[in-house]
């Protein structure tokens, strides 16, 4: 899950202008919890969507390119995710909002509300 929430940091850093503000916010509904990071940069084009999450994918992979990277990091978060029973997926509207999210179902212990130890 670390090696998650860096990526999805490390890209809205990233595809951002530099001193900009990335928010990150944990929402819990029932049945999951979802994880999202927002940011305000150059967004990602609905031409690109279909791609995005395969390995090597960069929506500039020209070298010319200004930004490091390899286009693995999302392949990887998607498979971090889906091995937890998870999706990840996002929104963009490219250079206003981008919000990168997963959601992980909970799995409520059966006797969670109740102390381990009854007082006698
Ligand atoms: N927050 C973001 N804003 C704009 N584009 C993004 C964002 N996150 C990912 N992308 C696009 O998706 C591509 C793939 O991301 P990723 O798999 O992390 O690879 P990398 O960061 O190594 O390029 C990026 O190269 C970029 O084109
Ligand atoms: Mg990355």
């Not at 940011?39 to 930004?67: H, L, M, N, T, Y």
């Amino acid at each position: 899950m670390i090696q998650v929430v860096v990526n999805l940091l490390s890209n809205a850093a990233k595809f951002s202008a530099s001193g900009a503000t990335v928010a990150v916010s944990l929402q819990e509904s029932p049945g999951h919890v979802r994880v999202s990071v927002v940011d305000s940069g150059v967004g990602i084009p609905d031409s690109f969507r279909g791609r995005i999450f395969e390995r090597f994918a960069q929506a500039d992979s020209s070298d010319r390119r200004q930004k490091g990277g390899t286009g693995l990091g999302l392949n990887i978060c998607k498979s971090i995710i889906e091995a937890h029973q998870g999706r990840i997926d996002f929104v963009s509207e490219p250079g206003k909002r981008t919000e990168f999210y997963f959601d992980l179902p909970l799995k409520h212990a059966p006797d969670a509300a109740q102390p381990a130890v009854q007082a006698a």
